[in-house]
């Protein structure tokens, strides 16, 4: 009895304290549960997924911010690479021409008759030979036959130990544009394009076809350069052999170099066109094929009359590719 006794009073003592909320009961234990699932629910993130735009936007922009980076690095090397080779072959400076570096009538009597002409119209008595000359122009070009894109350019020209280098920019779309680099430096020729100034298109150089090339674009454009068609006694310098009344050849030798151009002129002594043969780059090879341009709208630029437009064409067994096509923008010599 005595056992019974004292465990009736432990249970009232128990539903005392529950009554009390001093221990809880299942329900309040389920409730108290929930309530710090709700705080827990609060404080606690669950990490979102990966978002596949975003990276993919981000990886873009980090493409496109690097691509253009290295465009800028490539066009920059490329001009330092053009400014080397103009220091090197055509300073814009000098004294003043003595009077033996003028062109004076009485040096033009054993030449050809159209170029004695020639010598009449284009450059007046006394006037001084220029030694470099720096061209702009601007036009089209055809990377591919009958495919045009606009271009501008800068072409530096030394007239004795002949040199040059054609330094342009075909526009291929917007933002994007392919540079070129023509040149003929110490008998050694080299053409590269380049797009962006970065990715090769085209590289060919230190061939004896490249070279030869080089020299007979160098000599058909010295129309440009109207006294250095003049020849002296130093190197470098041309030679004229008469075809006909209205044509003459040059030629010109550099060490081993030796190329020739016809000059078609007109009856008042004007160059109205070049033809010869030249080599041109079939998928690396140096291919010798027939090759003429085109020179009018003459003015009168630093004392003598120049062509100011032009076009140039590859004679092909199917007919004229022409590939250039162009006017000056400014002159300078000295």
Same mark, same amino acid.
Not at 159 to 186: C, E, H, K, L, T
């Given at each position: 009895?005595?056992?019974?006794?004292?465990?009736?009073?432990r249970?009232?003592?128990?539903?005392?304290?529950?009554s009390?909320?001093?221990?809880?009961?299942?329900?309040?234990?389920?409730?108290?549960?929930?309530?710090?699932?709700?705080?827990?629910?609060?404080?606690?993130?669950?990490?979102?997924?990966?978002?596949?735009?975003?990276?993919?936007?981000?990886g873009?922009?980090?493409?496109?911010?690097?691509?253009?980076?290295?465009?800028?690095?490539?066009?920059?090397?490329?001009?330092?690479?053009?400014?080397?080779?103009?220091?090197?072959?055509?300073?814009?400076?000098?004294?003043?021409?003595?009077?033996?570096?003028?062109?004076?009538?009485?040096?033009?009597?054993?030449?050809?008759?159209?170029?004695?002409?020639?010598?009449?119209?284009?450059?007046?008595?006394?006037?001084?030979?220029?030694?470099?000359?720096?061209?702009?122009?601007?036009?089209?070009?055809?990377?591919?036959r009958?495919?045009?894109?606009?271009?501008?350019?800068?072409?530096?020209?030394?007239?004795?130990?002949?040199? !040059?280098?054609? +330094?342009? $920019? @075909?526009?291929?779309?917007? /933002?994007?544009?392919? =540079?070129?680099? %023509?040149?003929?430096?110490?008998?050694?020729g080299s053409?590269?394009?380049?797009?962006?100034?970065?990715?090769?298109?085209?590289?060919?150089?230190?061939?004896?076809?490249?070279?030869?090339?080089?020299?007979?674009?160098?000599?058909?454009?010295?129309?440009?350069?109207?006294?250095?068609?003049?020849?002296?006694?130093?190197?470098?310098?041309?030679?004229?052999?008469?075809?006909?009344?209205?044509?003459?050849c040059?030629?010109?030798?550099?060490?081993?170099?030796?190329?020739?151009?016809?000059?078609? !002129?007109?009856? +008042?002594? $004007? @160059?109205?066109?070049?033809? /010869?043969?030249?080599? =041109?780059?079939? %998928?690396?090879?140096?291919?010798?094929?027939?090759?003429?341009?085109?020179?009018?709208?003459?003015?009168?630029?630093?004392?003598?009359?120049?062509?100011?437009?032009?076009?140039?064409?590859?004679?092909?067994?199917?007919?004229?590719?022409?590939?250039?096509?162009?006017?000056?923008?400014?002159?300078?010599?000295?």
């Amino acid at each position: 009895m005595a056992g019974i006794r004292q465990m009736s009073r432990r249970i009232a003592r128990w539903d005392g304290w529950v009554s009390a909320g001093l221990i809880p009961t299942t329900n309040q234990e389920d409730a108290d549960g929930a309530e710090r699932d709700r705080a827990l629910s609060c404080t606690y993130q669950h990490p979102e997924e990966p978002n596949v735009v975003r990276i993919f936007v981000y990886g873009l922009l980090a493409i496109l911010v690097c691509g253009a980076a290295a465009l800028v690095i490539a066009e920059r090397t490329w001009s330092a690479s053009t400014a080397r080779i103009v220091a090197h072959i055509a300073p814009i400076n000098g004294a003043p021409a003595s009077d033996s570096d003028r062109v004076t009538y009485d040096q033009i009597s054993d030449l050809p008759a159209p170029v004695q002409r020639f010598v009449r119209f284009a450059i007046p008595d006394g006037t001084a030979r220029a030694q470099h000359a720096r061209i702009e122009h601007a036009g089209q070009f055809a990377m591919k036959r009958d495919t045009w894109s606009t271009f501008t350019s800068i072409e530096f020209f030394r007239v004795q130990r002949p040199a !040059f280098v054609w +330094d342009a $920019r @075909i526009q291929m779309f917007p /933002g994007m544009s392919v =540079r070129v680099r %023509d040149n003929y430096v110490d008998q050694q020729g080299s053409m590269r394009a380049a797009v962006g100034a970065l990715v090769n298109v085209a590289h060919v150089h230190g061939t004896a076809q490249i070279a030869e090339g080089a020299l007979a674009r160098f000599l058909a454009e010295l129309a440009w350069v109207p006294t250095s068609l003049v020849p002296t006694t130093e190197g470098g310098s041309i030679s004229w052999n008469a075809i006909d009344d209205s044509t003459a050849c040059a030629t010109i030798k550099d060490g081993t170099n030796t190329v020739s151009v016809n000059f078609h !002129f007109a009856s +008042d002594g $004007r @160059i109205e066109r070049i033809s /010869g043969l030249r080599y =041109r780059d079939v %998928d690396g090879v140096g291919v010798l094929t027939p090759w003429q341009g085109n020179f009018s709208e003459y003015q009168r630029v630093s004392g003598v009359m120049i062509p100011m437009s032009g076009d140039v064409a590859w004679i092909l067994p199917d007919g004229a590719a022409p590939y250039w096509r162009g006017r000056i923008v400014s002159v300078r010599y000295n």
